[in-house]
T-cell receptor, first 113, second 113 residues
Framework: ELKVEQNPLFLSMQEGKNYTIYCNYSTTSDRLYWYRQDPGKSLESLFVLLSNGAVKQEGRLMASLDTKARLSTLHITAAVHDLSATYFCAVGTLQGGSEKLVFGKGTKLTVNP | DTGVSQDPRHKITKRGQNVTFRCDPISEHNRLYWYRQTLGQGPEFLTYFQNEAQLEKSRLLSDRFSAERPKGSFSTLEIQRTEQGDSAMYLC???????????FGEGSRLTVL
C-alpha cells in the first residue's frame, strides 16, 4: 500500500530565508503533485511532476522529483508572508491503472516578518 | 470557465439523516474525483469517474455512500444514515486527462450532530 510522508509537518520561518519541504513515498509511482491550501479554502495546484529528474519552478517555489529515491522536494526561496499556507504532496499509485492520489498530511508553513 | 463548483458549501444535519452533495466539473473534463478531508489531514480518495462510468471506489466508501455521474456531466455524492464520523469536507475535483492537473472545487463541509 502506498504511503506518503511529508516533513516537516510544521514550519515557521522568517521572511527572506530559504527552506525545503520533503515528500517521501513508499512504492514506485509515475506522477507526483504539489498543492497549496489556505485556511478554509480548497486546494490550488502548484506543480505536476511526471518523470525522474523533473524540475519545475514558479516564482519562489521550485519542485523536483527523484523517482529512484522516491523523493520530491519543494524548495522555498526568499520566503514572503504570502507563502504562508499548508502544502500537500500527492502521489499517484501504479496499481492497475488506478487514478487514485495518496496525499501526505501536509506541511503548515508560517512565514514571519 | 468557472472552475469546479460544489453545492451546498455547508451542510449541518442530524445523525441518521441522508445528505446529497453535487459537483459540477469543468465542462470539458471527463475525469471526476471525490475526496474527503478531515481537519489537519490530507484529502483521502473516495471514488473516480471517467465520463459516466464509476471506475474506482475506495474501501472508505461504505455501503452508506453512493456516487453517480449521469450523462458524464455533474456528479452527486449521497450519504445515507449519516454518522458523526462522516463529518468532514467533501472535495470534488476534475481533470482533462491522465497525469493532468486536478482542479478542486471549494468543497462541501458536512457537520453531523
Amino acid at each position: 500500500e502506498l504511503k506518503v510522508e511529508q516533513n516537516p509537518l510544521f514550519l515557521s520561518m522568517q521572511e527572506g530565508k530559504n527552506y525545503t519541504i520533503y515528500c517521501n513515498y513508499s512504492t514506485t509511482s509515475d506522477r507526483l503533485y504539489w498543492y497549496r491550501q489556505d485556511p478554509g479554502k480548497s486546494l490550488e495546484s502548484l506543480f505536476v511532476l511526471l518523470s525522474n529528474g523533473a524540475v519545475k519552478q514558479e516564482g519562489r517555489l521550485m519542485a523536483s522529483l527523484d523517482t529512484k529515491a522516491r523523493l520530491s522536494t519543494l524548495h522555498i526561496t526568499a520566503a514572503v508572508h504570502d507563502l504562508s499556507a499548508t502544502y500537500f504532496c500527492a502521489v499517484g499509485t501504479l496499481q492497475g491503472g488506478s487514478e487514485k492520489l495518496v496525499f501526505g498530511k501536509g506541511t503548515k508553513l508560517t512565514v514571519n516578518p | 470557465d468557472t472552475g469546479v463548483s460544489q453545492d451546498p458549501r455547508h451542510k449541518i444535519t442530524k445523525r441518521g439523516q441522508n445528505v446529497t452533495f453535487r459537483c459540477d466539473p469543468i465542462s470539458e473534463h471527463n475525469r471526476l474525483y471525490w475526496y474527503r478531508q478531515t481537519l489537519g489531514q490530507g484529502p483521502e480518495f473516495l471514488t473516480y469517474f471517467q465520463n459516466e462510468a464509476q471506475l474506482e471506489k475506495s474501501r472508505l466508501l461504505s455501503d452508506r455512500f453512493s456516487a453517480e455521474r449521469p450523462k458524464g456531466s455533474f456528479s452527486t455524492l449521497e450519504i445515507q444514515r449519516t454518522e458523526q464520523g462522516d463529518s468532514a469536507m467533501y472535495l470534488c475535483a476534475s481533470s482533462p486527462r491522465w497525469g493532468g492537473e486536478l482542479f478542486f472545487g471549494e468543497g462541501s463541509r458536512l457537520t453531523v450532530l
